[in-house]
C-alpha cells in the first residue's frame, strides 16, 4: 500500500480525475472515448499508475457528465441522463448550485459504497453475472422498460407512441442473428447502429435550445445561485433514503455485463418517485430526483468492475479500455489476477478510492466558476451551449454526419414537445431496445422457437413479475389519481 | 391549432411512420442466418404497438376532444436557428473546425439577441480558439482543416 | 501538449537509431498507420506493437491513428484518399472485407492495394470445464446422436466464426442452434453458464479464462497445430473438415512505388525474426505469415470471393 502514499499516483489520480470531469462533461465524450485518448501514455507507465490513471479518469468522467445535465440540459454521458429531470428544473429555478452539491455528494456516496461492495463482494456478484442467461437479459430489459409507466406522466397513449419511436431507431443497423443491414438506406455510418448519446443529446438539448431561442428571455427566477451549495445536514439525512435506492439498484444493475449506468440512473429514479412521500415533487425540481440517479450510476462505475475482475470479462465500453490497460502491461484480469498480481487489483480499489477523494475536491473547486459560466447573458450561453454541442458530437466518431443526426433529433424533440409527448419513453426505447430484441431472438433460437423459455428460467420469470408488478402498481396509481 | 387538432395530426403521423416502418421492416432481405423472428419480426411487432397507439389517441381525440389550447411556440425562431445549425454541418468541411465554429457562435449569438460589435466579434473568435484548443490541441481529435485550405 | 499525434513523434524521436536499412532510404519521414478499431482494441494494440519494433529497423516515425466510425469504413476512405508515398496504410483484418460486402460504400476494401498480410490469428472451438466433452470429436459424436439438440456461440452476426459454425453444423449434420452475439464477452457468459456447449473464437479473447482453468480447447480451426499448444489437435483431425483464417496486414493507397514495397518487406522480415518481437507476438498466439506484395494481393482477392461467396451462398448479401 506505499504507493498510495507516493506524490506521484496522488498526483496521476488528481490529473486523471480532473480529465475525466472534463471528459464527461463534454457531450459527446463519453467515459470511454475520455479513457481511450489517454490510453496510449499509459503504455510507457509502470502499471500500477497506469491502472490510477485509467480509473481516475473512469470516475472522474462518470461524475463530470452530470454538470452539464443540471446546468444545461444537455447530459455530457448516457447515465447522466435521468439527471437531467428534475437537475435541469433546479438550475432553471435558479437552483443550479443546491443541485450540483446534490449531485456531488450523492455521487461520492455511491462512488464510495460502489467501491465497498467491489472490495468485499466480487465473488458473490461475479455469481450473479453468470446466472444471467439470453431469457434473463429479455426480462431484465422489459424491467427497464416497465419504467416507462411511473414515467409517462400521465400520457400513456402518447407514451407508447414515443417508446415505439425510441425502439424503431433502435433497430436501426446490422441485425443482431443475422447481420443483414437493417434500416440503413445503403449508408455506413448507420451500420453500427444509432448511438444514445446522438439522441438524448439531441431530444434534450438541441430542442431545449430550439425552445429557447423563441422566449424572450430566460425563465427569471428572483435570485439564481451563483455559488456552490453543498447540502444541509437535515437535506443529506432527507436525502438518504433515495440514495440507499440509488445504490441498491446500481449495485444490481452494474454486475449485469452490458445493462449499465443509465437503466440504473432510470430505475432509481423511477423507485425513489414510487417510496417518495411527495411524488408529485419529481419532475419540478426534487433534491430526491437529482440524489437518486446520481448515487446510481456512481455504483455502476464501482460494480461495472465485477465481471472484468472476477471472469476477465468487461462489462462495458470502459471495462473494456480497462482491460486493454492490463494487457499493455502484460497483465490478463480475471480470476487468476488476484493471485498472480494483487497488488494491481489492490492498486486498482486504490485508485477508485483517489479518484472518488480527487472528485470530491475538485468538485469544491471548479463547480462555483461553472455556475458563472452558465449565468452569463443569453445569447452567448445559448452559442457557446450549441458550440459545445456540435463539437462534442463530432468527436466521438469524427463524424460530420453525426451532427446532421443530432440537430435532427433536435427538430424531433422539438416536435414532440409541441405535440406534448413525453420523450423519456423514446430514450428509455433507444437505450433497452437492443438489448430486448437481440435476447429475445436469442432466447427464442436457443429455445427451438418456444416462448416457455421465458418463464422456465428462474431469473427471467422473477424479472418479468417485478416488472409487472410494477407496471401495474404505477397505472393503478395513475387511474385512482385521474378519477 | 388547439388541442384536439393536434393530437389527432399527432396520431395520424403516428399511424404513418407505423406503416412506412412496416413496409420497410417487410423489404429487409431474409438471410438463411436468419432466425424463425427474422429481421423485420421486432421491427414489424413494434410499427403495430406504434399504430395501435396512434389509433387510439385519433380515436380518443374525436369522441373526448382536449379543450386546453397548447401554447403557441415561435416556430419561425426555432427553424431559423435550426437552419444556422445546418449551415455550420454544411460548411464545416469546406472551411475547417476553428472557423465554421467561430462563424457559428457568432451568428449565433448575433440571432439570439446580442448586440453586433467588437464584444461579439470577440466571443466568437474566442470560442472558435478556445474548442479548437481543447477538441484539437488538447484532445488530438482530427477536425476539419477546410477543404478550402487545402486541408483533408 | 498531450496530443496524441506529437506524442507519438516525440517518443519516436527518441527511440530513433540510425536506420539499419542504409541500402534504401524511406522516402517520407513519417508513417501513419490507420486502424478502426478503438485504443486498446485488437489492430490497434497490433499496430502499436509492432510500430515499436519497426521504429529502429525503418528509421522512420510511426503515428498510430484510430479512426472510427462506419464500421471502418471511414479508416478506409481515409487512406484510400491519401497521398500514395508510403506515408498512410491502413491495419487490415477481415472486416474490412465484411463491411465492404454488408454495406458498399463508396471505398470498398478495393479501394485499398494490400501491402502485406503479416499475421494468421488462431481460431479454437472451446467449451466450459465442467463439459462432458474432451474433445471436439466427442462433441460431434453427441451431436450428431441428438440432432438438433445443440448450442453454438459466435461472437457477431455474420462473422467469419459464425459462418464457420453454421458450415460445421451442416457438414456432421447437427442441426445446432447457431446463436450470435454482441462480441465476445457475451459469448463467454453463455459458455461459463452452460447455455451454450461450444464456443469459437480467437485464443487472444479467450486466454483469462483459460488460464484460470474455466475453459476447455478442443480443437483448433486452422491448417496446422499451433506451437504453444501441441496437444491441441485441429478439427480436421477430429474428422470435421473446417478451417478457419483470420489475417492481419497492412493496405495502402493504389499506386505505392515497388521501392517502398519492397522496404516493407524487407523490414518485416527482420522484425518478425527479431526475438524480442517474436517472444511478443508468440504470447498472443499469433502465426506469423508474411506474405509481399504480390502474394498479399492475391490472398486478399481469393479472401475476398470466398467471403463473398459464403455471405451468398447463405443469402446475407445479394
Redesign the interface.
Known amino acids: 500500500m506505499g504507493a498510495f502514499t507516493d506524490v506521484s499516483v496522488i498526483a496521476t489520480a488528481f490529473g486523471g480525475t480532473l480529465w475525466g470531469i472534463l471528459g464527461g462533461a463534454l457531450p459527446g465524450i463519453s467515459p470511454?472515448?475520455a479513457m481511450?485518448?489517454l490510453?496510449?501514455?499509459t503504455?510507457?507507465m509502470e502499471p500500477i499508475p497506469a491502472i490510477v490513471l485509467l480509473a481516475s479518469v473512469y470516475v472522474g468522467a462518470e461524475y463530470g457528465g452530470s454538470i452539464p445535465a443540471i446546468l444545461i440540459r444537455t447530459p455530457g454521458t448516457n447515465a447522466a441522463a435521468a439527471t437531467t429531470l428534475d437537475g435541469y428544473e433546479m438550475a432553471r429555478q435558479g437552483r443550479g448550485g443546491e443541485a450540483l452539491g446534490i449531485s456531488l455528494v450523492s455521487g461520492l456516496v455511491g462512488g464510495l459504497f460502489g467501491l465497498g461492495v467491489l472490495v468485499v463482494a466480487t465473488e458473490p456478484l461475479a455469481r450473479v453475472?453468470?446466472?444471467?442467461?439470453?431469457p434473463a437479459y429479455f426480462a431484465l430489459a422489459v424491467l427497464g422498460l416497465s419504467v416507462i409507466a411511473g414515467l409517462a406522466g400521465g400520457a400513456l397513449t402518447k407514451g407508447l407512441i414515443a417508446a415505439s419511436l425510441g425502439l424503431m431507431i433502435a433497430t436501426v443497423g446490422?441485425?443482431?442473428?443475422?447481420?443483414?443491414?437493417r434500416f440503413?438506406f445503403?449508408?455506413?455510418?448507420l451500420?453500427?447502429g444509432i448511438r444514445p448519446i446522438l439522441v438524448m443529446v439531441g431530444l434534450f438539448a438541441v430542442a431545449e435550445m430550439l425552445v429557447q431561442i423563441g422566449e424572450p428571455d430566460w425563465a427569471k427566477a428572483e435570485a439564481r445561485d451563483t455559488r456552490l451549495k453543498l447540502p444541509s445536514l437535515a437535506l443529506f439525512r432527507r436525502l438518504l433514503p433515495a440514495q440507499a435506492i440509488g445504490c441498491g439498484i446500481g449495485t444490481f444493475e452494474g454486475v449485469t455485463?452490458?445493462a449499465g449506468g443509465t437503466i440504473a440512473a432510470f430505475m432509481a429514479y423511477n423507485e425513489a418517485k414510487r417510496w417518495s412521500r411527495d411524488p408529485d415533487a419529481f419532475g419540478k425540481g426534487a433534491p430526491e430526483g437529482v440524489a437518486a440517479p446520481e448515487a446510481a450510476n456512481n455504483v455502476v462505475t464501482a460494480t461495472a468492475l465485477v465481471?472484468l475482475l472476477s471472469?476477465?470479462?468487461?462489462?462495458s465500453n470502459s471495462a473494456?479500455?480497462l482491460?486493454?490497460?492490463f494487457?499493455?502491461h502484460?497483465l490478463?484480469?480475471?480470476?487468476?489476477l488476484f493471485e498472480r498480481a494483487p497488488e494491481v487489483v489492490w492498486g486498482l480499489y486504490g485508485g477508485l478510492l483517489l479518484a472518488n477523494i480527487a472528485m470530491l475536491l475538485l468538485g469544491l473547486v471548479i463547480l462555483t466558476p461553472t455556475l458563472w459560466l452558465v449565468n452569463r447573458p443569453k445569447p452567448y450561453l445559448v452559442a457557446a451551449i450549441l458550440a459545445l454541442i456540435v463539437s462534442g458530437v463530432f468527436a466521438?466518431?469524427?463524424?460530420v454526419f453525426d451532427i446532421g443526426l443530432v440537430l435532427g433529433f433536435g427538430a424531433l424533440g422539438y416536435a414532440l414537445r409541441w405535440a406534448g409527448v413525453p420523450v423519456l419513453p423514446l430514450v428509455l426505447g433507444v437505450v433497452l431496445g437492443?438489448m430486448l430484441e437481440?435476447n429475445y431472438r436469442?432466447s427464442l433460437?436457443?429455445s427451438?422457437g418456444d416462448h416457455a423459455v421465458f418463464v422456465e428460467d428462474p431469473v427471467a420469470l422473477g424479472l418479468l413479475a417485478a416488472a409487472l408488478l410494477l407496471t401495474g402498481f404505477s397505472l393503478w396509481r395513475e387511474f385512482r389519481r385521474t378519477t | 391549432m388547439n388541442a384536439a387538432t393536434r393530437d389527432i395530426t399527432l396520431g395520424i403521423a403516428a399511424l404513418a411512420v407505423a406503416g412506412v416502418w412496416w413496409a420497410l421492416a417487410a423489404a429487409i432481405?431474409?438471410?438463411?442466418?436468419a432466425d424463425a423472428v427474422g429481421p423485420g419480426g421486432v421491427p414489424k411487432a413494434v410499427a403495430m404497438l406504434m399504430a395501435a397507439a396512434g389509433a387510439v389517441l385519433v380515436l380518443r381525440s374525436v369522441l373526448r376532444p382536449a379543450r386546453e389550447r397548447p401554447a403557441r411556440p415561435a416556430h419561425g425562431r426555432a427553424a431559423g436557428l435550426l437552419a444556422l445549425l445546418l449551415a455550420y454541418v454544411l460548411g464545416l468541411p469546406l472551411i475547417g473546425y476553428p472557423l465554421a465554429l467561430g462563424l457559428l457562435a457568432g451568428a449565433v449569438a448575433l440571432y439570439a439577441g446580442a448586440r453586433p460589435g467588437l464584444g461579439l466579434a470577440g466571443f466568437a473568435a474566442a470560442i472558435g480558439a478556445l474548442f479548437w484548443f481543447v477538441f484539437v490541441?488538447?484532445?488530438?481529435i482530427?477536425f476539419p482543416a477546410g477543404t478550402l485550405f487545402g486541408g483533408? | 501538449?498531450?496530443?496524441?499525434?506529437?506524442?507519438?513523434a516525440a517518443?519516436a524521436a527518441a527511440l530513433v537509431p540510425s536506420p539499419l536499412l542504409a541500402q534504401a532510404r524511406y522516402p517520407v519521414p513519417t508513417v501513419t498507420l490507420v486502424t478502426h478499431s478503438?485504443?486498446?482494441?485488437g489492430s490497434?494494440?497490433f499496430l502499436?506493437e509492432l510500430i515499436k519494433h519497426l521504429q529502429p529497423v525503418m528509421g522512420v516515425n510511426f503515428a498510430?491513428?484510430?479512426?472510427?466510425?462506419?464500421?471502418g469504413?471511414?479508416a478506409v476512405a481515409?487512406v484510400a484518399?491519401a497521398r500514395p508515398d508510403g506515408s498512410m496504410f491502413y491495419a487490415t483484418t477481415p472486416t474490412y472485407i465484411q463491411?465492404t460486402l454488408?454495406?458498399?460504400?463508396e471505398f470498398g476494401y478495393d479501394a485499398l492495394d494490400p501491402l502485406a498480410i503479416v499475421f494468421l490469428d488462431p481460431e479454437v472451438i472451446y467449451t466450459r470445464a465442467e463439459s462432458p466433452f474432451r474433445t471436439l470429436a466427442d462433441a460431434v459424436a453427441h451431436a450428431k446422436a441428438n440432432p438438433?439438440r445443440q448450442?453454438w456461440g459466435a461472437a457477431?452476426?455474420?462473422?467469419l466464426e459464425?459462418?464457420a459454425f453454421?458450415r460445421m453444423s451442416r457438414l456432421i449434420g447437427a442441426r445446432a442452434?447457431?446463436?450470435?452475439?454482441?462480441g465476445g464477452?457475451?459469448l463467454?457468459?453463455?459458455v461459463?453458464?452452460g447455455?451454450l456447449d461450444l464456443g469459437i473464437g480467437e485464443i487472444q479473447e479467450i486466454?483469462?479464462?483459460l488460464?484460470?482453468g474455466?475453459i476447455r480447447l478442443l480443437a483448433v480451426v486452422t491448417e496446422a497445430r499451433l506451437p504453444d499448444f501441441p496437444d491441441l489437435a485441429t478439427a480436421r483431425e477430429q474428422g470435421v473438415d473446417l478451417v478457419v483464417t483470420k489475417f492481419r496486414g497492412l493496405a495502402g493507397p493504389k499506386g505505392i512505388p515497388d521501392e517502398v514495397a519492397a522496404i516493407w518487406h524487407e523490414a518485416l522480415r527482420r522484425v518478425l525474426e527479431s526475438p524480442a518481437y517474436r517472444a511478443q507476438y508468440a504470447?498472443e498466439s499469433l502465426v506469423p505469415a508474411l506474405m509481399a506484395r504480390d502474394e498479399a494481393r492475391r490472398f486478399t482477392t481469393a479472401f475476398a470471393a470466398e467471403v463473398e461467396r459464403d455471405l451468398r451462398?447463405?443469402?446475407?448479401v445479394?
Open positions: 470511454s472515448i481511450a485518448l490510453l496510449p501514455f503504455y510507457g453475472a453468470l446466472a444471467f442467461t439470453p446490422t441485425d443482431p442473428v443475422s447481420g443483414v443491414p440503413t445503403g449508408s455506413p455510418e451500420l453500427a455485463p452490458g465481471p471472469l476477465g470479462i468487461p462489462g473494456a479500455i482491460l486493454g490497460g494487457l499493455v502484460g490478463t484480469p480475471g480470476p487468476m466521438i466518431e469524427q463524424s437492443f437481440s436469442r433460437v436457443l427451438g | 432481405p431474409v438471410s438463411l442466418l490541441r488538447v484532445m488530438g482530427p483533408l | 501538449m498531450l496530443t496524441r499525434r506529437s506524442f507519438a517518443s478503438s485504443p486498446g482494441g490497434d494494440v502499436r498510430v491513428e484510430n479512426v472510427r466510425g462506419g464500421s469504413a471511414t481515409r484518399r463491411t454488408l454495406s458498399r460504400p438438433g448450442k457477431n452476426p455474420a462473422s459464425r459462418i453454421e442452434a447457431v446463436v450470435s452475439h454482441e464477452g457475451d463467454m457468459i453463455n461459463l453458464n447455455t486466454r483469462s479464462q488460464e484460470a474455466r504470447k451462398e447463405l443469402g446475407v445479394r
